[in-house]
């Protein structure tokens, strides 16, 4: 286990969320000590929990044993066009998240070589569904079913809408050759259906919630098929397991930025934090930490609300309220090394002299410097800015991303004294909804 290797993933600033650098609206250093302080047991359980194997999470980016399935699973779609996956919440937005490093962000993933297209059907919109679906060539189509407890309502109508549809383009007798579900080890709708269709079934591990998958089959199995490297992937998100695991909180990046926010939260009135991220293929990584920080944290009348946004569309379009409407809100903007890539703008080109400040300067050189300019911006406003800068959005840089949000958010749910792991307040809307359902004439 590479326990020794130091953290280069990316670099952890967050002087800009402190009064000495802001003015009033930053934390005041003797209000933030004491609640670093109060992250120490939380470290200690994680140490203890990774060392005795009780939170398999945090075993999942040292295991090796499991990847060959999981390229052998993949190996399976090679030579299809496209691959449906069916899912919703966590059984989606990590395996999207991490295949948006293979498609830019900007739509279903393009995979290199002979693999497929990834489409993430999400909802049970039957305008979006129907769209999908008739737009794809079913006879070279594939699909994985994920579900963790084999009952989620939305994933089970979308296998029922989708699978006999595919059956029909490929013949029943096929589908197990297509298609792969994945689920917990219990007799559960998801399990029943694979079995009665002869579909291959990959566990998905009862001790890791949905919205801390991203690291297991559930998230890599896709990133496999869309040609990213997984192991590189867990390789990140142990370089940043051990950061986060330091003895001392102060060498902590997702303890200090746990006793960031609930700092902010408790003395300056901090009630929402916005991630945004100067990268097309981080899109989808805001969605996922959207529901990770909401679930996890959102009980019992606490938590801060998380907003996603993305540079530099939101410039545009949310940046006006963040710098001249309340002062209720954390930043954390995630820079990447853009300067000096993408097109060159020849002078003679532009055709304009308002343009000539663009003459000899990249497009990367332009969301350099709108990254840039837009974190000072809001700590000129006495906004608290924190800065996530990675060496390189690739697979390792990824992982190491994941990681840290899956334990700040762990250690933040310490601080907040509730249970990371649950989400009561969810059932009773599933509960209702099939009410609805069972109501209707």
């Known amino acids: 286990m590479a326990d020794s290797t130091p953290f280069t993933a990316f670099a952890h600033d967050v002087d800009h969320c402190f009064a000495a650098a802001i003015g009033r609206h930053g934390l005041a250093e003797a209000d933030f000590a004491p609640v670093l302080e109060a992250t120490r047991p939380a470290l200690t359980r994680l140490r203890q929990a990774r060392a005795d194997a009780t939170l398999p999470l945090l075993r999942l980016p040292a295991r090796t044993d499991d990847l060959a399935a999981i390229d052998a699973a993949a190996q399976r779609y090679r030579g299809l066009a496209h691959v449906v996956v069916l899912g919703t919440g966590g059984s989606s937005l990590g395996g999207r998240t991490l295949c948006a490093l293979a498609d830019g962000g900007l739509g279903s993933a393009a995979s290199p070589g002979n693999a497929p297209r990834l489409w993430f059907a999400e909802n049970v919109d039957p305008d979006g569904f129907e769209r999908l679906v008739g737009g794809l060539d079913l006879a070279r189509t594939g699909a994985i079913v994920v579900s963790k407890s084999g009952g989620t309502a939305e994933t089970m109508a979308q296998a029922l809408a989708f699978l006999p549809r595919l059956a029909k383009a490929i013949s029943p007798a096929s589908l197990g050759e297509r298609v792969t579900a994945i689920t917990e080890p219990t007799d559960n709708p998801l399990r029943r259906l694979a079995g009665r269709l002869g579909l291959p079934i990959i566990d998905h591990d009862p001790q890791v919630g949905g919205r801390f998958s991203v690291l297991s089959v559930t998230g890599l199995l896709p990133a496999a098929i869309a040609g990213v490297d997984i192991r590189a992937v867990r390789a990140g998100a142990l370089a940043a397991l ?166 700040e958010t762990i250690v933040a749910a310490h601080l907040l004294s509730v249970d990371p792991f649950d989400q009561p307040a969810v059932e009773d809307g599933k509960k209702l909804a099939r009410q609805y359902m069972q109501g209707m004439s």
Do not use: N
């Open 242 to 407: 051990v950061a986060a695991l330091a003895d001392d909180p102060r060498r902590s990046p997702p303890a200090i930025g746990a006793a960031v926010g609930a700092a902010l939260a408790s003395t300056r009135s901090v009630s929402q934090t916005v991630i945004l991220p100067y990268i097309d293929r981080l899109a989808p990584f805001g969605l996922w930490f959207c529901q990770l920080w909401a679930e996890s944290l959102g009980k019992g009348g606490k938590g801060t609300t998380p907003i996603r946004a993305l540079g530099t569309v939101d410039q545009h379009s949310q940046v006006q309220l963040y710098l001249d409407g309340p002062a209720d809100k954390m930043f954390t903007v995630v820079m990447g090394d853009a300067r000096g890539r993408g097109p060159r703008f020849a002078a003679g080109d532009l055709g304009d002299p308002a343009l000539d400040w663009l003459a000899g300067r990249t497009m990367g050189d332009l969301l350099d410097a709108s990254q840039r300019a837009t974190a000072e911006t809001l700590a000129r406003k006495g906004r608290p800015v924190r800065i996530l800068r990675l060496a390189a959005l690739d697979a390792h840089g990824l992982g190491a991303l994941l990681m840290h949000f899956m334990i």
